[in-house]
């Protein structure tokens, strides 16, 4: 059951509060900005509460956040200066929707960050490329964006990535061969991505520390390159629901060294 009204002010008197999850809910109203001022709080989530007012002025220096997740929430355009005191800050969830010019800046100065997901309106064609500055990143997920106008070639200098998740972004572009690049890539999502007749490319075979491989309804097309059989780590693989994807190789033995893997070649559905 989904909570609703305002979020109770009552959680700001709670002073050893470390972990505050209202995620999934439909409150409204404004966030209590008393409850950033929360020296133990270490984790906020508030995110898919498409009517909560969330404004992030007067964030205390000395704060203990190491998560904040503020998806799918009405967040205040103005992002204020006192952001960089989230010094300890270790991932975020942000929308970019409308929110001020000085957030990558700000972002940039957040030295403990690893992991970042950023979401946008869907048809936003945003300028991301500072996000390749963030080479401390770890993880990066992309959710909703327009990127037919802009490629993503800085995502080839997070060369320290271990999960990379792009999910509805128009691309309108082939696969950004940068994403080859990433050594330590552990695990590689794309969902609803336009890749329309795009081939999966041979250099999936180059992430030999996947776990886990997804390439769910993106219009690719054509034989499923045999050098996935050189991601002997993988412990969950779905190309699912794209367009005519020949499977025919993985028949073959090129998964001889994994778990057993059931075969759904019936809109190109493979489950492991």
């Given amino acids: 059951m ?57 964030l205390p220096d000395g704060n203990s956040l190491e998560t904040l997740n503020l998806a799918s929430t009405n967040l ?3 992002i204020p200066s006192s952001f960089v005191n989230l010094k300890s800050l270790k991932s975020l969830s942000i929308s970019t929707a409308g929110t001020s010019k000085e957030l990558p800046s700000l972002i940039g100065d957040l030295p403990s960050l690893i992991e970042l997901q950023l979401s946008g309106s869907g048809w936003e064609k945003p300028v991301l490329s500072w996000v390749g500055n963030l080479k401390q ?17 800085w995502i080839g200098n997070l060369m320290n990535l271990a999960r990379l998740d792009i999910w509805e972004c128009n691309m309108s572009m082939p696969i950004p061969n940068q994403i080859g690049n990433l050594a330590k890539l552990t695990d590689l999502v794309l969902i609803s991505c336009d890749f329309f007749g795009q081939q999966i490319p041979s250099w999936i075979g180059n992430f030999t520390k996947l776990t886990r491989l997804g390439i769910i309804e993106c219009g690719c097309s054509g ?43 019936n809109r190109s559905v493979l489950i492991l």
């Fill in 2 to 58: 989904e909570l609703t009204g305002k979020v109770p002010e009552f959680f700001a008197e709670l002073s050893s509060l470390s972990i505050l999850d209202l995620s999934g809910n439909d409150f409204e109203g404004q966030f209590p900005t008393k409850i950033f001022q929360l020296k133990s709080l270490r984790k906020l989530d508030v995110s898919e509460n498409p009517s909560l007012t969330v404004n992030l002025r007067d």
């Fill in 76 to 78: 205040s355009h103005h």
């Fill in 137 to 153: 990143l770890t993880g990066l997920a992309l959710d909703q964006y327009d990127f037919s106008q802009s490629a993503l070639s």
């Fill in 223 to 265: 034989s499923i390159p045999s050098t996935i059989g050189n991601l002997t780590q993988l412990e969950e693989l779905e190309i699912a629901f794209n367009m005519e994807l020949i499977g025919k190789t993985l028949y073959h033995g090129c998964f001889s060294s994994l778990i057993p893997v059931q075969f759904q070649i």
